[in-house]
């Protein structure tokens, strides 16, 4: 028994050895086949159709793989070859190679890297055809332009950098056109007069409403001007006179400054300037107002008047030219007093003025429009107040006189353009129109005149052909002892059916800045006030919606603020468009 007993056990050791002989083989054989793969890697001499030339034995007509290590003894020599019966062929085989953990594909060390880098290198190769291939996929203009010009103006302004062909095709007259007539504008304020550190810093503070964003625009063009007007004309903005310091330039000085003529043009869509015609007359703060006209519209061309005429310049009494009176104040003054107040306002007008028709050049369709800028009042070259006018045509591109303010009307405080009308507000609570069409100045007798404090003069606006007139006046405490008054600013309407000033709105701030300004385009009214408290400038940005005129909305902080110094207060101006 125990003779047996041993027998078995001595072919049971037989056995493990033979087994742990057949995984030395499996090992060895594995090393060999990858080195040889590794040597003929980079040969595809042989290769046909992505398959070896030297593994075709390994293949039947069923596609599977014939090679594989057998446990047997057979294999016990290592140099014995593989062997293949043409019996085999056309059966598919699987690997018969023992255990898992023993077995020998040759997919896993030969052909199956092969296959793989092949198909990788074949997806590389299309992922690159089709990113060099879209590059050269271009959207139609016609379908570009309709998408760009339906983007806000901040992303259309970063659009332009993506490429030369978005720039171009984002500035064009066409294009432009297109985002002014459709619904894909938002209204702007842009802010000028900033001065920092007593010096005029040139900067244009740009409030993005919709969004309450602002933006800082470099403009060196202003750098060292002040006390101009400006007015927003379509995409443009309009900057029209103004003061310079002489000795220090850049600081605001009234000491020793300059009067400008010049007018300037700042596109905020295509962040370009440009200058335009001189005016007759340098001024400072002038009364602008600006006007939309057909085409065919009648121009009005200045002539010298029959009073001109008869008192050319002379030198009575010794007095040269040289310390003439400039403006002739004194002349219109003897003219004007030989004939009544409502004369004054038709006659020498009508008689100094003739209208023609003016054929243009534009390019335009026959139902496009021109635009007149309006500018009236302001102070001239020796600080004194003038009662001059000028008008410029767009299509002209040029400036021509237009009559004066009406005699005794006092200086102009703000004017405003309402349907076909000029409106002018003075100092003396006098309001006057200018005709555009007819080319003359008529005086309006309102009732009641809005009270006011003598300090804040009244500001002008208009609103989808409405007028409006903001004041302030004292409100009274209620009757309560020891209730002081308070000064509120009241929003007035004028019926221009029957002259009748009614309170349409109080404004919800206190009045703090008597510079302030509102103005309006299209059915908002906008209102910027700035003051400076315990050092510092604090400004208030206001709208309201005509449609609810009683109900006012704050829409920016004072951050913007801050770092301005208070004569900002005094040589702001503001402009809105909706770009």
Same mark, same amino acid.
């Given at each position: 028994m125990f003779s047996g007993r041993l027998g078995a056990d001595e072919s049971y050791c037989q056995d493990l050895q033979n087994l742990s002989v057949s995984k030395r083989l499996v090992r060895s054989f594995s090393q060999r086949l990858k080195k040889k793969n590794n040597r003929n890697a980079g040969e595809e001499d042989g290769d046909v159709n992505g398959v070896s030339l030297r593994c075709l034995n390994l293949y039947g007509r069923g596609g599977g793989c014939k090679?594989?290590?057998d446990t047997s003894d057979d294999f016990g020599d290592s140099n014995s070859r593989r062997r293949s019966s043409a019996s085999d062929e056309g059966k598919g085989y699987k690997p018969i190679c023992g255990p898992e953990e023993t077995a020998v594909d040759c997919f896993s060390y030969g052909v199956k890297d092969r296959f793989w880098r092949r198909h990788n290198r074949k997806n590389s190769e299309l992922e690159e055809f089709l990113t060099n291939n879209t590059m050269h996929i271009f959207l139609p203009d016609d379908i570009l332009e309709m998408c760009l010009v339906r983007l806000p103006l901040t992303s259309l302004m970063n659009a332009r950098l993506v490429c030369k062909k978005w720039r171009s095709l984002t500035t064009t007259p066409r294009f432009l056109q297109m985002r002014r007539e459709g619904s894909y504008q938002s209204p702007w304020l842009f802010l000028f007069g900033a001065v920092k550190d007593g010096f005029c810093s040139g900067e244009i503070h740009a409030l993005d409403v919709s969004l309450n964003q602002w933006h800082r625009i470099d403009a060196h063009f202003l750098r060292g001007r002040f006390l101009f007007s400006v007015a927003g004309i379509? /995409?443009?903005? +309009?900057?029209? $006179?103004g003061c310079s310091? #002489?000795? %220090? +330039?850049g600081k605001v000085d009234r000491s020793s400054y300059r009067t400008h003529k010049g007018v300037l043009v700042f596109s905020p869509l295509t962040k370009s300037w440009r200058k335009m015609p001189y005016m007759k007359y340098a001024r400072s703060n002038p009364i602008l107002g600006v006007s939309e006209v057909s085409l065919d +519209?009648?121009?009005?061309?200045?002539?010298?008047? =029959?009073? /001109?005429r008869r008192f050319p310049r002379s030198r009575i009494g010794g007095i040269s030219d040289v310390y003439e009176d400039p403006h002739k104040l004194s #002349? =219109? =003054?003897?003219?004007r007093s030989s004939i009544n107040e409502t004369e004054a306002l038709s006659l020498p007008s009508r008689k100094a003025y003739k209208f023609v028709r003016q054929k243009s050049d534009?390019?335009?369709?026959? $139902?496009?429009k021109r635009f007149l800028l309006i500018a009236v009042g302001g102070l001239g070259s020796w600080d004194e107040p003038l009662d001059s006018g000028e008008i410029y045509d767009s299509v002209s591109n040029k400036w021509t006189e237009i009559p004066r303010l009406p005699f005794d009307f006092g200086v102009a405080r703000s004017g405003i353009v309402c349907g076909r009308m000029f409106y002018v507000y003075s100092e003396t609570d006098k309001l006057a129109a200018y005709d555009i069409e007819r080319g003359f100045w008529i005086g309006i007798q309102t009732t009641p005149i809005p009270p006011r404090v003598h300090e804040y003069y009244p500001i002008l606006v208009s609103s989808s052909g409405r007028l409006f007139m903001f004041s302030v006046s004292w409100c009274e405490? /209620? $009757?309560?002892? $020891?209730? =002081? %008054?308070?000064?509120v600013r009241k929003l007035w309407e004028l /019926?221009?059916?029957? #002259?009748t000033w009614t309170e349409a709105s109080v404004h919800p701030d206190a009045p703090m800045d008597w510079s302030a300004i509102f103005l309006s385009d299209k059915n908002l009214i906008f209102g910027v006030e700035m003051f400076k408290i315990f050092g510092r400038v604090l400004g208030f940005f206001t709208v309201c919606d005509v449609s609810d005129i009683t109900k006012w909305n704050h829409i920016s902080g004072n951050h913007v603020t801050h770092e301005l110094d208070g004569s900002s207060c005094l040589t702001k101006s503001v402009a809105v468009l909706h770009l």
């Open positions: 090679v594989g290590a379509h /995409d443009d903005i +309009f900057i029209v $006179g310091s #002489l000795t %220090n +330039f +519209f009648p121009t009005c061309q200045s002539h010298q008047s =029959r009073q /001109d #002349l =219109r =003054r003897h003219c534009h390019s335009s369709s026959k $139902g496009s405490g /209620d $009757g309560q002892i $020891g209730q =002081r %008054n308070k000064a /019926d221009l059916t029957y #002259l």
